[in-house]
């Protein structure tokens, strides 16, 4: 079982800068999972953001079109967190961002799925971001 929290969400204001982190339980060594990180605006539906790819499979790294180039994904498994950078923050980023664990497998599947929700199995909670104009 893995049990993820997320933090570092807020109220920022448009262009400002927000670090995420999901940290996983200590029994969880993160560095074997895929990880992906969702987000649901108010009243829409939960869409992908970012995906890392396991430490034991690869160093693929994918990005939603209405994130890529100021939004950022990376894992620290020493600490077994996987953070999401996300810089020039604008109110269409308003969501709860949740980020979720599992193992896919392989690279195949992984290039496949990695942005697809039922792809993982485990999430967190999720952490609030409002970003205001």
């Known amino acids: 079982q893995v049990q993820l929290a997320e933090t570092g969400g807020g109220a920022v204001q448009a262009g400002g800068s927000l670090r995420l982190a999901c940290a996983a339980s200590a029994t969880s060594k993160m560095s074997g999972y895929d990880m992906v990180w969702f987000r649901q605006p108010p009243g829409k539906e939960r869409e992908f953001v970012a995906a890392i790819e396991s430490d034991h499979i690869g160093t693929g790294i994918k990005y939603s079109d209405s994130v890529k180039g100021r939004f950022s994904i990376s894992r620290d498994s020493a600490k077994n967190t996987v953070y999401l950078q996300i810089h020039s923050l604008i109110p269409e980023d308003t969501a709860v961002y949740y980020c979720?664990?599992?193992?896919?497998?392989?690279?195949?599947?992984?290039?496949?799925?990695?942005?697809?929700?039922?792809?993982?199995?485990?999430w967190g909670q999720g952490t609030q971001v409002v970003v205001s104009s």
């Open positions: 979720g664990a599992d193992r896919l497998g392989n690279p195949e599947r992984w290039n496949r799925s990695a942005n697809s929700r039922m792809s993982y199995q485990f």
